[in-house]
Each structure stands twice: as structure tokens, then as C-alpha cells.
């Protein structure tokens, strides 16, 4: 086989293990160092450790490794060089620091360009702020850029579940610029932290209480009063009709006997009462009521009557 086609299979297997290692890096989502994310200032240099979040699965296709970066922010108005930094975890977490080139811990773009090293301290005890990864720098020089300073690979043992969450906290030994003078920081400690799979919802019980609601019918009872005004209807009183009749006779003697028979026609009279009550009364025609204009008809033809007779007896007398 030519070294041209070893240079190239060569090549291609960097490739592919570049892509894998891409792959797993992508699988763990560092969350990005801004204001939204972290109590960022603009007064001071941000010294930041990472916040890194996955789930159980990508933890477990990184082999239950995490890389965890220190970064700078808002250095450019700045800079520093000689310096102290360590990043603190909990020795009861149970991780386990990975060698990366022989070192703890690897130096980024901020950290070279001090000539910064890497102390490991994950065996120190007792003395506060162990264990830890520090990267320090004694170089009379300024960096002033903005970036990672080192990163520390962890290993998370396989017992870590679902909400765990891994404190990463900041140890600041020294911040000083080229002239020994302090460089005003502040340092903002991140996690790791396992998360819930994507579109996995956790559903907290509801307790549901139902209440009976109490319905009152009331009926309403509707009455309809019809009022019907019944016509008033009078009967007129028939005209009365008194009939006289007078019978003379004469005996032997030559006596007149005059008889006078009247005869009061009966009246009725119908009033329709008010609300429908039809009330009759049926006048009899025995008796005379005095005030009826019938009765003063019928006394002035008896007078007449009585006045004729009379009359008729002297004549034959005489």
C-alpha cells in the first residue's frame, strides 16, 4: 500500500473520529455565557464556570463524561497575567477527574496565551475549598481576550439520575495584570445537570374536588284574572196598563150600584248586574207602590171614574 493511500485512510479516520467526538461534545448542551444565563457585569471581568445540561442518555453515549470550561468575559477593557484560578467540585459527588494529553485539566485560547498550567488537586483535603483543578500563570503579561481559559473532564459515576444536579464552584487565589495591580472580577459558579428527555413531561397529581350544586326550582304559579264587564241592560218597565171598569146597575128600588175593577198589568223589571249576575225581579200586579207613574194613572181614572158615577145618580135622581 502506496503512503499516499496510508495518508489518506489516515486522514479519514482523524475525520471520522473528529466527527464522533463532535458528536459527543453536541450531545451535552453548554449553555452560552450571557445575561440571560448568568448575573453577568459590565464593570468587572467575568471569570464563569460552564453550566452544562444533558439527559441520562447522552450522558451515558459520552461514556459519563462532561467537559466543564472556565471562561473569561468582558475582558478586552481589562486584562490580567498572573492569576490563580481553581474550579471547586464536592468530593462526595463521586467524580472522577479524566487526563487529557497527561494533564487534569487542558489550557484554552485565554489560558495560552499566558502560558497558564494546571495543578491538579482532586486528592487535597481540608483546607476548603478541595477538591479542585486550578490553572495558574505567572507571566508579567496581559491577555485580553475573551474565551475559555481551561477545561477539566469529568467522570460522573452511573448512579447519577434524572434532576441530579453537580455544583461547579470558582476559587479566585489571585487576579492581578502585568503591573501587580488587582483586576476587579466576578465569579459566576455553574453545574453539571441532568435533565429530563425532550417531550418528557413530569405530571404532578391533581386532585380533582367536585361539588355538588344544590338547584332550586321555584314554580311559578301564573293566575290570569279576566274581568268581563257585562253590559248593563235594563228592561224599560212596560208602559202600565191600568184597566177601570165601571159597571153601573140600578135595582127596583131605583138605586144605582156603580162597581170599579181595576186591573194593574205585572212589570218586570231585568237588570244585568255588573261582573255577569243576572238579577229578576217580577213585580206582582196586587198592591199599589206608591211613587210609581203607573199608580198616579191609576188613582186619577178611579176619581174620574167614582166622579161619573156619582154624577150619573143625581141626574136620574132628578
Do not use: R, W
Not at 476587579?184 to 435533565?195: D, H, M, R
Amino acid at each position: 500500500m502506496s503512503k499516499s493511500i496510508l495518508s489518506k485512510v489516515a486522514a479519514f479516520a482523524c475525520s471520522v473520529a473528529s466527527i464522533a467526538a463532535l458528536s459527543l461534545s453536541a450531545s451535552a448542551e453548554k449553555l452560552e455565557v450571557n445575561k440571560d444565563n448568568f448575573n453577568l457585569v459590565d464593570d468587572k471581568v467575568n471569570i464563569v464556570a460552564a453550566k452544562v445540561e444533558l439527559t441520562l442518555k447522552e450522558l451515558a453515549a459520552a461514556n459519563y463524561q462532561v467537559d466543564v470550561d472556565v471562561d473569561i468575559n468582558n475582558n478586552a477593557s481589562f486584562g490580567f497575567g498572573p492569576s490563580g484560578i481553581a474550579l471547586v467540585y464536592p468530593a462526595d459527588a463521586g467524580l472522577k477527574v479524566v487526563e487529557q494529553d497527561g494533564e487534569k485539566a487542558i489550557t484554552g485560547p485565554v489560558g495560552d496565551k499566558i502560558n497558564a498550567y494546571i495543578t491538579d488537586n482532586s486528592t487535597d483535603k481540608g483546607d476548603g475549598k478541595t477538591p479542585n483543578i486550578a490553572c495558574g500563570s505567572t507571566a508579567m503579561k496581559n491577555v485580553t481576550i475573551d474565551g475559555t481559559h481551561f477545561t477539566t473532564k469529568f467522570e460522573l459515576p452511573k448512579t447519577v439520575k434524572e434532576g441530579d444536579v453537580i455544583p461547579m464552584k470558582l476559587y479566585i487565589d489571585e487576579f492581578l495584570n502585568k503591573d501587580n495591580k488587582e483586576v476587579p472580577y466576578n465569579a459566576l459558579e455553574g453545574y453539571i445537570k441532568i435533565v429530563a428527555e425532550p417531550g418528557t413531561t413530569t405530571t404532578a397529581p391533581v386532585t380533582t374536588t367536585t361539588t355538588q350544586a344544590t338547584t332550586s326550582t321555584t314554580k311559578a304559579t301564573t293566575t290570569t284574572v279576566i274581568t268581563t264587564k257585562a253590559p248593563v241592560t235594563t228592561a224599560s218597565n212596560p208602559a202600565t196598563t191600568t184597566v177601570i171598569t165601571t159597571t153601573t146597575a140600578s135595582d127596583n128600588n131605583g138605586s144605582a150600584s156603580t162597581t170599579t175593577s181595576t186591573t194593574k198589568a205585572s212589570s218586570t223589571t231585568s237588570t244585568t248586574a255588573k261582573g255577569g249576575t243576572t238579577k229578576a225581579t217580577t213585580k206582582g200586579g196586587n198592591g199599589v207602590k206608591t211613587g210609581d207613574a203607573g199608580t198616579g194613572v191609576a188613582v186619577a181614572a178611579l176619581l174620574l171614574a167614582a166622579g161619573t158615577a156619582v154624577a150619573a145618580a143625581k141626574k136620574k135622581e132628578d
